[in-house]
């Protein structure tokens, strides 16, 4: 059971390339800190029997309120249950991914401009 802190692999201006490296059902994702994105995309890698959600919030850390489900262009949860990604549609302050059931670890990419 581990934080896992969203690490920049990529970018120095935007587009910027986050991502939660090697997370397990029993770790729990810190909030990526990451406003005013017009065009966010989500990507998840090794997913074996794992649910991968994206939730968010459109209040600062210090606010302290529950994420909800976030979702893609028609309206859907974001919630993958294979390798893929997906467009978000939301506009949010921070944003959180949770891993639920699987085996070993998934790597999850956000990306925005």
Aim: aromatic share 8%.
């Amino acid at each position: 059971m581990a934080d896992i802190t969203p690490q920049r692999v990529q970018g120095e201006h935007t587009p910027r390339v986050y991502k939660w490296e090697g997370v397990t059902s029993a770790d729990t994702c810190l909030p990526l800190v990451y406003p005013g994105l017009q065009d966010k995309t989500f990507q998840v890698e090794g997913v074996s029997g794992h649910t991968v959600t994206l939730t968010g919030t459109v209040a600062p850390i210090s606010e302290a309120l529950t994420e909800f489900g976030l979702t893609d262009g028609t309206g859907t949860a974001i919630s993958l249950t294979a390798d893929g990604g997906s467009f978000v549609l939301e506009n949010v302050y921070t944003y959180v991914p949770v891993v639920t059931g699987g085996s070993g670890g998934v790597d999850i990419y956000l990306i925005g401009a």
